[in-house]
């Protein structure tokens, strides 16, 4: 079965630092998105992605994260300047018109 | 705002027991409902969803959940737990099944003991 692949599965960076989060999504989804988990907290959206441009983003997607598509297969998130406070499990999702959304296995990310 | 209310944070069944996950949700039309596991480290696999018709619906690993609307509920249920079964599990809800963001309940976290 198709699956969403994410990597690096674990990235420590120092605050401040830009940090690049990337996916690959199922081949034939044309909707991507990303989420966050706060360690003990509940998943919560970040934002959706489709015709290369982004759909709807939630108020955790302030200017210092972005994504982007840059060839066919990649789906990437960046954080510009880390905070500890981003320190995360991240999520990215991808689905077609009709199917549920299909997640990766995260990426935890720690800020030191 | 569509909110889900999963009211209990943490379960103990003992293996072979039967199982109910409980599941609330606030939203004006019928939305589209899910189920999501995830075990320690690993990422959300889905159980199952609800879109439209029989509101009792199954899923992978001998899950099933049943839609109230009365009740504005989809509980999951399982009527013999096994031991790998401990996990984490999130219900969501979507305005439709496209590109709208899902909402996750705060997760009710799943032991199973001998």
């Known amino acids: 079965e198709p699956e969403v692949t994410q990597t690096p599965s674990h990235q420590v960076t120092q605050m401040g630092q830009e940090v690049i989060l990337r996916c690959v999504p199922i081949s034939n989804h044309l909707y991507f998105y990303w989420y966050r988990q706060i360690l003990g907290q509940k998943v919560e959206f970040l934002v959706s992605f489709y015709n290369n441009e982004i759909s709807e983003k939630s108020e955790i997607f302030d200017d210092q994260f972005s994504v982007e598509r840059p060839d066919g297969s990649n789906f990437t998130l960046k954080i510009r300047s880390t905070k500890l406070e981003d320190s995360a499990m991240y999520f990215c999702a991808s689905s077609d018109s009709v199917s549920p959304q299909h997640f990766g296995d995260g990426t935890r990310l720690s800020i030191l | 705002a569509q909110s889900v209310t999963q009211p209990d944070i943490h379960i103990t069944v003992s293996e072979g027991a039967s199982l109910e996950l409980r599941c609330n949700y606030s939203?004006?039309?019928?939305?589209?409902l899910f189920w999501y596991v995830q075990s320690p480290g690993q990422g959300l696999q889905l159980l199952l969803k609800?879109?439209?018709?029989?509101?009792l619906v199954q899923g992978i690993k001998g899950f099933e959940a049943e839609f109230k609307r009365s009740q504005s509920s989809f509980n999951l249920r399982k009527p013999s737990v096994h031991w790998s079964d401990a996990a984490e599990y999130f219900c969501?809800?979507?305005?439709?099944?496209?590109?709208?963001?899902?909402?996750f309940g705060k997760g009710t976290r799943l032991s199973v003991i001998a």
């Open positions: 939203y004006g039309a019928t939305p589209y």
């Open positions: 609800y879109f439209s018709g029989d509101t």
């Open positions: 969501a809800v979507v305005e439709n099944s496209g590109n709208t963001p899902l909402v």
